[in-house]
């Protein structure tokens, strides 16, 4: 099981930036897929998941501006982020494959990869 997130970088506030993940290894439609992020200091926090048929589901703090999508031929999973805020700077992880908001935590450093950085600072 693999997965390789990017298109993190630095933008300005009010700024827009998709980061993706491509996964390998298992069979990606079978999977619920998902984010989350680390802010500096901060523990690891749920931002969205994705079910195997499109069912979608949002932290409360992404309020509109975020979009996941998942492309199970390409076996990627996207996360759209609009309107960003300087307080959405963090490292995001594409989260383990089943993964949902309500277990994430119960996965232990081994089954994360290493994220990928999105700066939001003027």
């Known amino acids: 099981v693999d997965r390789v997130e990017s298109g993190g970088g630095a933008v300005l506030p009010g700024e827009s930036l998709t980061v993706s993940c491509e996964a390998s290894g298992f069979r990606f439609y079978d999977y619920a897929m998902g984010w989350a992020r680390q802010r500096p200091g901060k523990g690891l926090e749920w931002v969205s998941g994705i079910s195997e048929d499109g069912v979608t589901d949002y932290a409360d703090f992404v309020e509109g501006r975020f979009t996941i999508s998942r492309d199970n031929s390409k076996k990627v999973v996207y996360l759209q982020m609009t309107n960003l805020k300087p307080t959405d700077t963090a490292v995001y992880y594409c989260?383990?494959?089943?993964?949902?908001?309500?277990?994430?935590?119960?996965?232990?450093?081994?089954?994360w990869g290493k994220g990928t950085l999105v700066t939001v600072s003027s």
């Open positions: 989260a383990p494959p089943g993964a949902d908001r309500d277990n994430y935590l119960n996965y232990d450093n081994y089954y």
